[in-house]
């Protein structure tokens, strides 16, 4: 595949440019973040997700990664550079589910609703659609600790959904719970995508899970984080299970593997 503008590691597979001429839902340019402490996470990093891209960011412990989510949501602003993004449709998913313990499961999902002012009964309905879709159906009365980790999970994505994102942050949401838990919860993102069309940014430290979501994966360096790898996944959706088994799944996951060992250096 022909190279895009960003800087490549060795046999790097390189993404093109959407066909698509709308504008990006999500959009980081020359974004840079050096912290009150003097730690430089992040250094002039530019790329776009659009809706219907489902983009994985992958790279060392402390590159940014988690900071480039925190800066599109609000939460920390940029020291350089600008972030375009509707943050009235914007759906997070943290490491840790953050349920509140004293709420059951309809209710933490009827959160962000209630703090956006939507009406009761509205916001009741739309919390029973997501948790039925996210597989939780019959367990909403139960509180998070009579959950397991992949179901308090499910209730953190319901959460979000109910706010209908145009934008959809997760933040290494499957890393604490078991494998087969986080194939099944990768099923249900992938089923979610497909179904709303968010533009979706995904941090994982597994490539395994980057090839299996994406439609694209960035490999950021080391610290400042800076991207220094772009790759197209051309798989199409839906995408089964066996799917990780396939030749060309482990020759991809092998050129990110690269790119990322290069990435510490």
């Known amino acids: 595949m022909e190279p895009t ?12 440019m959407s066909d698509s001429v709308s504008a990006p ?6 974004v840079s973040m050096v912290f009150p402490d003097g730690t430089h996470a992040l250094s002039e990093t530019s790329f776009d997700v659009r809706a219907g891209e489902f983009v994985t960011v992958v790279g060392p412990s402390g ?3 988690s900071t480039l989510l925190r800066i599109a949501s609000g939460l920390n602003k940029a020291t350089t550079g600008t972030v375009s993004v509707d943050r009235s449709h914007l759906g997070y998913v943290f490491q840790d589910p953050t349920l509140l313990q004293w709420r ?22 739309r919390a029973t ?30 959460r979000s959904l109910v706010l209908d994102p145009k934008v959809f942050l997760f933040d290494e949401p499957f890393g604490a719970v078991d494998e087969i838990t986080r194939e099944r919860l990768n099923d249900e993102v992938i089923s979610l995508f497909q179904r709303n069309g968010f533009a979706g940014l995904f941090i994982t430290h597994s490539i395994s899970e980057a090839v299996f979501l994406s439609t694209r994966i960035i490999v950021m360096s080391a610290r400042p984080g800076r991207i220094v790898g772009d790759f197209t996944v051309p798989f199409s959706y839906p995408r089964s299970p066996d799917l990780r088994f396939d030749a060309a799944f482990a020759e991809l996951s092998g050129e990110i593997s690269h790119a990322l060992r290069g990435a510490h250096s």
């Open 63 to 65: 590159c940014g990664k």
């Open 104 to 125: 059951n499961v309809q209710r933490n999902v009827e959160l962000m609703a209630e703090l956006e002012g939507v009406p009761k009964d509205e916001r009741r309905v």
């Open 5 to 16: 503008t960003t800087t490549p590691t060795r046999n790097t597979r390189l993404i093109a």
């Open 129 to 158: 659609e997501a948790i039925e879709l996210v597989g939780l159906k019959g367990f909403e009365n139960k509180y998070p600790k009579q959950l397991s980790g992949g179901m308090r999970m499910r209730a953190s994505l319901a």
């Open 25 to 30: 839902a999500l959009s980081f340019s020359g």
